[in-house]
């Protein structure tokens, strides 16, 4: 299948991830349900949109979580996130029960995995100069403050690709794929372990797009970040993830190394969603 953005993507050494021990995130199965839309009709008033998964990321891996719009990849990443409760199963980060965490684990927790949205709005306040912004949540996190934030500023705002000056501009001065990177740039200012990135780049056109991915690939391989990449669009998974996890009504119906999964998918609703692919 032709790949939008074609050679622009980075071609990446795959890991092998077989002799690598303890997974820095382990999901076991988890489960969550939300309140029906329609209680009224009483009887089935949930609705379960993840069905016992099974996930582990290890150190400085790429897993990307392709499936359909609906299959319930959003609430997988906000689950592990705990930004939104699970109905069940465990989540373990770097051996931290996740779902029960409470005072500095939980403000721990909350530092070390971060998340970039497809909406970059969801963790860029537009009314903050973006260097401010910034600053602010190194201060919060007790990460840095005063001229060593303001120098850690500059040095993320060129990670990224950005220029000093942009510190001190809001986020709406910015192009589409210009917030994104700020986006990035503020959860790296956090010096998380474990980034997850939820259809981070799919409002983007191709051109940005590639750029975008090509700077997370980057910096996965320069910071050792591990990440979970959740995507409908098998074309990055491929070119970006060390393994992929198909995701289908909630369950994962097939996971592996990127080359293995999507050269020879085992099962039928992968094969589908290759053969659907542009
Ligand atoms: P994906 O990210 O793969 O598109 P989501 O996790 O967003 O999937 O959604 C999975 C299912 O859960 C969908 O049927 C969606 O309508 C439902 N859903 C998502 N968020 C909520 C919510 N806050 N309340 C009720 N249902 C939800
Ligand atoms: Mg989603």
């Not at 530092?111 to 969801?122: G, K």
């Not at 192009?175 to 994104?180: A, T």
């Not at 997850?196 to 997370?216: G, I, K, P, W």
Request: charged share 20%; with cysteine; glycine share 10%.
């Amino acid at each position: 299948a032709a790949l939008p953005g074609g050679s622009a993507f980075p071609t990446r050494a795959r890991m092998d991830t077989s002799a690598l021990g303890e997974p820095l995130l382990r999901v076991r199965g988890l489960s969550k349900s939300y309140p029906s839309r329609r209680r009224f009709f009483g009887a089935s008033n949930e609705l379960q949109v993840l069905h016992a998964v099974d996930l582990d990321i290890h150190r400085g891996e790429t897993l990307a979580l392709v499936g359909e719009s609906g299959s319930g990849k959003s609430t997988l990443g906000r689950c592990v996130l705990n930004l939104t409760p699970a109905s069940g199963g465990s989540v373990t980060f770097d051996g931290i029960d996740v779902l029960n965490a409470r005072g500095v684990q939980r403000q721990w927790l909350r530092q070390r995995m971060q998340v970039v949205f497809q909406d970059p709005f969801a963790s860029l306040n537009p009314r903050m100069r973006v260097g401010d912004a910034i600053e602010e949540v190194m201060l919060v996190h007790g990460i840095a403050r005063g001229a060593r934030a303001r120098d850690r500023v500059a040095e993320l705002l060129e990670l990224v690709g950005l220029d000093v000056q942009a510190a001190s501009r809001r986020p709406h001065a910015f192009s589409g794929g210009q917030r994104q990177r700020l986006a990035i740039a503020r959860a790296l200012a956090l010096e998380p372990e474990l980034l997850v990135a939820d259809e981070a780049v799919s409002a983007l056109d191709a051109t940005v797009r590639a750029q975008v991915v090509t700077l997370l690939a980057r910096l996965s391989e320069q910071l050792g970040l591990s990440m979970l990449f959740i995507t409908h669009d098998l074309g990055l998974a491929r070119h970006f993830a060390d393994r992929v996890a198909v995701m289908q009504g909630g369950g994962i119906v097939e996971s592996g190394d990127a080359e293995s999964v999507l050269n020879a998918p085992q099962h039928a609703y992968t094969a589908a969603l290759l053969a659907a692919e542009p």
